[in-house]
């Protein structure tokens, strides 16, 4: 797969927000694709091939889509927040005005949002708002409606608070990744490249996340909304009633495609099956693409 890429940086109230980003060599008329990266990861966790397909930016961009994949706050080249400014709502109104200046600069008739995890929460706080792009569906993947207590993410969430810590690859493979057979050993050396040091506040936040925030930001969202959640997750339950106990949240979104990811631990991009999500994605953004232009021409009939 072509690695070639560009890094584009935007200033937000005297942050800077740097991102990666891949594309068509021609532009196809297709959605800009906008990435949001979970804990302990840079903008270069959708630039890992966990299968011989290549990485999301690789699929995505074969398809013919733009992909800006964001550095979230301190992260990669973005500035860092103090712990105490380090709140996921700081980070939805910065990526929110960064995304509005890239569908500006990129000129995107459309936006397709894609969240990992935490970027996930922070992809549907966004879609809740809503932003100020032509927003046509978001896929949050990685996250669901329960985390279990006592697990792994409690853990994760005890660490000293003001704190910004760099957990080995040894233990962060025990919870990014599935079963042995699930993954490619290319996969994990390449996620390790993607690793980063991770403020704490960002896993003392997520555990309460379903509980806080889930509940009244889902019917504020009003468009589609994809979701998946791996198999063998070490941080979320999914369970098939969890998995439908999400999906109904939605009240408000024109429709909602939620499930499983067979065969992935919690980074399912980076599995072999990895693939599978990123091809049901792009599927979902053309379903995406097709429910705003339609709606787009009942409006103009109007």
Not at 95 to 108: E, I
Not at 161 to 185: I, S, W
Not at 220 to 244: C, I, K, Y
Request: hydrophobic content about 45%.
């Amino acid at each position: 797969m072509a690695k070639q890429r560009d890094v584009l940086t935007f200033e937000v109230d005297g942050h800077k927000i740097t991102a990666l980003t891949a594309g068509p060599a021609e532009a196809t008329g297709k959605p800009l694709i906008v990435a949001l990266h979970g804990g302990t990861y840079t903008a270069q966790y959708f630039d890992v091939a966990g299968s011989p397909e290549g990485s999301f930016l690789d699929v995505a961009a074969a398809h013919g889509h733009p992909v800006l994949a964001f550095d979230r706050p301190g992260y990669g080249g973005s500035t860092p927040l103090a712990p105490e400014a380090n709140t996921f709502s700081r980070h939805v109104a910065l990526l929110s005005d960064a995304m509005t200046q890239a569908a500006t600069r990129l000129g995107a008739d459309g936006v397709f949002l894609v969240g990992h995890s935490i970027g996930g929460m922070l992809a549907l706080m966004i879609a809740a708002s809503p932003p100020d792009v032509p927003l046509i569906g978001v896929s949050a993947t990685g996250m669901g409606a329960v985390i279990p207590g006592g697990g792994a993410a409690e853990a994760l969430g005890s660490l000293p608070p003001d704190e910004t810590v760099d957990l080995p690859y040894q233990e962060r493979d025990k919870v990014m990744f599935g079963p042995a057979h699930t993954y490619r050993a290319e996969g994990m050396r390449q996620a390790h490249e993607s690793y980063a040091p991770v403020p704490v506040r960002e896993l003392v936040q997520a555990p309460a996340w379903p509980r806080e925030h889930l509940p009244a930001l889902a019917p504020r969202v009003r468009v589609p909304v994809h979701n998946a959640l791996a198999e063998f997750d070490a941080l979320w339950s999914s369970g098939s009633q969890n998995v439908a106990r999400f999906a109904a949240m939605f009240t408000a979104a024109p429709f909602v495609d939620a499930s499983v990811a067979r065969d992935t631990g919690h980074c399912i991009d980076h599995h072999v099956l990895g693939d599978a999500l990123h091809l049901r994605q792009l599927a979902f953004a053309e379903e995406c693409a097709h429910w705003a232009a339609t709606r787009q021409r009942a409006g103009d009939e109007t």
